[in-house]
């Protein structure tokens, strides 16, 4: 069992950044993926980015490839986003989730473990 808790999102300009942390419970962390999903209003949640359990692979979408980097320190169990060069579509409700397994997983269905979100609102 995972339990996560995100922290880290506000209000930015356009051109700013932000740092998203995940804290997790749990003894299970290290042997995850983990991935940041956001949820725009009125649109689906969409993987952000992804990584494997060890930390040695990692997946961006193309809208935040070059922007966003995801990283994860086991031996503290937390995971982060750093956001750059935020844009006013980066707006969102972001989630991070654990996975049920190891590997690097893009989909969706895969994760079963989510925290209660953190808004990230960018403005022009």
């Known amino acids: 069992q995972v339990q996560l808790v995100e922290s880290g999102g506000g209000l930015v300009q356009a051109g700013g950044s932000l740092r998203l942390s995940c804290a997790a419970s749990g003894r299970t962390f290290s042997t995850v993926g983990m991935g940041w999903f956001r949820q725009a209003p009125g649109k689906e949640r969409v993987l952000v980015a992804a990584?494997?359990?060890?930390?040695?692979?990692?997946y961006y979408a193309d809208s935040v490839k070059g922007r966003f980097t995801m990283s994860r320190d086991n031996s503290k169990n937390t995971l982060s986003l750093q956001m750059n060069n935020l844009k006013p579509e980066d707006t969102a409700v972001y989630y991070c989730a654990a996975s049920s397994v190891m590997r690097l997983t893009t989909a969706q269905s895969w994760y079963n473990h989510w925290g209660q979100g953190t808004q990230v609102t960018v403005s022009s």
């Open positions: 990584i494997n359990g060890i930390g040695s692979s990692t």
